[in-house]
């Protein structure tokens, strides 16, 4: 079959404004991943090559991970200022569930009950749809896809550097086409950008293969402060902020490290806790096979994916690995005594130092 069969399909009035903005600013949500990055940067690319109009891309100095400041490079946009937020007519938030997870300037505060420049297009099912124009599409594998389709419903021409930039983030977010959300769709997505001029291999290297001293480092680190429990079911790390100084790496360089813990065999849960500074924690949570940590993470304010999900927590990174850990063990706990087996995952130890 040479055809796709099925593909999501945006909808005419979110096709008709974006036809008809004059000048658009893309951006996403604070510590940008590669889907984040490659759906706000390609879709400012392809709009300004094809409609001969303003677009811009924010990110926040000092946000973008080193091994994705290659997608920056490539793209060649401009990076948007905090007066484009005030003149832009439209300003796309992409991949973000919420509007205190979007990255904005200091100085811009919106007024989200009333704005009514917000496009909104995203893949969480978390989504508390905050847009004047909302597409969310839960079972797509990532936003690039969703930006994928948009191009192609606006028929613009896509370049190879587009391509490159969709393909990097589908390729992540199915962790390298290997996770649950890697579906029919993303693949001949994945094929049809191949076409358009993309070197998978290329683009396998710049993400999983270019990793730099510090942040060999920083891994050295969290390999050896993983531990487990329950039984091998919930695997954790710890990042100490004089530890992720002390590599030379940034909060920002804090991306799929969680992918340590979790490719031990036999884990439920994964979790990666970085104390991004004194009193403020990051922790990253993934669930493997049927365990979702969606639920999880918006117990203490988070959100996410069912089995990638995020948390910014306020408070000891001791405090925090408690607070997790512990609601982690609850939770599987209540798997496990619905499932009639009637046993406990053992208790939480101390955070490693």
Known sequence: MSARTYRHHPSAELLDVLTCSDSLVCNGHVSPDADCLGAALALSRAWSANTNRDASVWV????????LRFMFEIANVRRATERDFETSQRIVIVDTSQPSRADLPHLYKPDWDEIERIVNIDHHFTNTCFGQIDWIVEDASSTCELIYEVLCGLQFN??????????SGIYTDTGGFSLPNTTANALHIAAELTQLGVSPSDIA????????????????????NTRTL???AIAFSTIRHEDLINSGCAPSDIDDQVNVPRSMAGVAIAALFTEVEPGRVRINLRGESSTEVAGLAQRFGG?????????????????????????????????TTNAGTGEHPEAIESTPR
């Open 303 to 335: 959100g996410g994916h069912r089995q990638a999900a995020g948390v910014i927590f306020s408070g000891s990174l001791d405090d925090a690995v408690d607070r997790i850990i512990t609601a982690a063990i609850e939770m599987l706990g209540n798997q």
């Open 205 to 224: 290297e710049r993400v999983d293969r270019s990793v730099g001293q510090p942040q060999f480092e920083l891994l050295k680190h969290i390999y050896q």
């Open 60 to 67: 926040s100095e000092g946000g973008i991970p080193a091994r």
């Open 230 to 232: 329950a039984n091998g």
């Open 158 to 167: 896509i370049d190879p550097v587009t391509a490159a930039l969709l393909y």
